[in-house]
Structures are given as C-alpha cells and as structure tokens.
C-alpha cells in the first residue's frame, strides 16, 4: 500500500515553545492531507483539512493561529503547535489519500508531550 | 453530518475463535464508503476492510469481513480465527462517496472498540 511517513513519532517541548511535524507521503503525490488528534483512549477527532498551495480547512473549535498547517508541495505537510502548553500533549496523526475513493492511509502518528 | 457509533468499548475472544465488532451509522448521503481500521498500542492505524454504500455483496479481506446491512445501517466486522496479535483497538469510521459531490472525503470515526485476545 502507500506510504505516509510522519515525523517526529515522539517529542517532547517545554511549555511556551513551538513543535513542528511533518507528514510526507513517499510514493504518491497527495493534494489533501488530513490530520487528526487523538487523546488517550478516545477516538481519533479531525483538527484541519491541509489543501496543497491554499489555506487550511479547520473544524470547528480547532485554533488556526494555535496549530498552523503549511502543505507547500505535494508530498508534504507540517503541523506546528505554537506556544505550546501541557494540554496540547497528545497523539497527533496525519492521513492522506492515493486516489478519491481509496482508503486513507496514516502516518505513523506524533506523541506530543508538553512539559 | 455523519455519526458512527460503537456500542461495545471493550471485548475479549479465545484464540481461534471468531468476534464480530459492531458498527452503526447515520448519514443523510445517499452514497458513502464504510472502513474499519486496526491501532495496535504503537498507535499506528491500520486499514483493514471497505465497503462502498453501493456493493452488493459483504466486503472481505481475509480473516476480516464486513456484515454490511445497509436498512439497519450497520456495518459490523466479523474477524475469524482470532489471533493474539489481533488484540488492539478497532475503529470504524466513514465517508462520503466521491460522486457525492465536492472533494470533502475526510472521515468520521466512531469511539473504537478494545479487543483483547486471550490464549
């Protein structure tokens, strides 16, 4: 199957700092990415829509200027936590998609703790 | 708006045997594609089985199959043959079809369910 690579899986910032993570997929070009949320032992929640060379889609609720999403080229999307802070910790993960109606295929996801 | 819905937040099976994992939806789009996805502790997600809202017939893929009853709206994984390494969480999740118009083909997931496999 394809292949998203996401990267860092794990980090660990103090509060007030940034934390950018990337999300690359490796064999496909991918116009939308998505990327997600998720606290312990809860589902995964949908933060943003990332649109290749425009703005970002966030759900409603999610912070734009908190969690800045930049998808500058096909192959890749970062998500950068500004000014982070201990309720940020979680698990972030990305998805993407091959082709429009194929499965979404994850990164590998992000454990991001604030301390 | 879509809505998936996992009733069962734990369950546990022998190995070997088989565990079916329930899945219901509501949706107001007439066409729509149903997933089920596999996190193992690590985290990673892992696809499993689709079933496009239009198939005939149940999806399969192995030991996992999709009892698929479109006027009940459920979508319940079957997984044969139980294995220890089958024990994980198992999230189902949906999206609209591609003819469904625009390109908005993010998910929705339900609250997951944690099987456990016992030897």
């Known amino acids: 199957g394809a292949v998203v690579s996401q990267h860092p899986s794990r980090v660990i910032c103090k509060s007030g700092t940034s934390v950018k993570i990337e999300c690359r997929s490796l064999?496909?070009?991918?116009?939308?990415m998505f990327w997600y949320r998720q606290f312990p032992k809860q589902s995964l929640m949908l933060m943003a829509t990332?649109?290749?060379?425009?703005?970002?889609?966030?759900e409603q609720g999610v912070e734009k200027d908190k969690f800045l999403i930049n998808h500058a080229s096909l192959t890749l999307s970062t998500l950068t936590v500004t000014s982070a802070h201990p309720e940020d910790s979680s698990f972030y993960i990305c998805?993407?998609?091959?082709?429009?109606?194929?499965?979404?295929?994850f990164g590998q996801g992000t454990r991001l703790t604030v301390v | 708006a879509q809505k998936i819905t996992q009733t069962q937040p734990g369950m546990f099976v022998q190995e070997k045997e088989a565990v079916t994992l329930d899945c219901t939806y509501d949706?107001?789009?007439?066409?729509?594609?149903l997933f089920w996805y596999k996190q193992p502790s690590s985290g990673e997600m892992i696809f499993l089985i689709y079933?496009?809202?239009?198939?005939?017939q149940n999806a399969t893929e192995g030991r996992y199959s999709l009892n698929f009853q479109k006027a009940r709206k459920s979508a319940n994984l079957v997984i044969s043959a139980s294995q220890l390494g089958d024990s994980a969480m198992y999230f189902c999740?949906?999206?609209?079809?591609?003819?469904?118009?625009?390109?908005?083909?993010?998910?929705?997931f339900g609250k997951g369910t944690l099987l456990t496999v016992n030897p």
């Open positions: 064999d496909f070009q991918a116009t939308t």
């Open positions: 998805s993407a998609n091959v082709g429009r109606d194929t499965e979404a295929f």
């Open positions: 999740a949906m999206r609209p079809h591609i003819n469904s118009g625009g390109s908005n083909y993010k998910l929705t």
């Open positions: 990332s649109n290749e060379g425009s703005k970002a889609t966030y």
């Open positions: 949706t107001s789009d007439q066409s729509y594609g």
């Open positions: 079933q496009g809202s239009y198939d005939e």
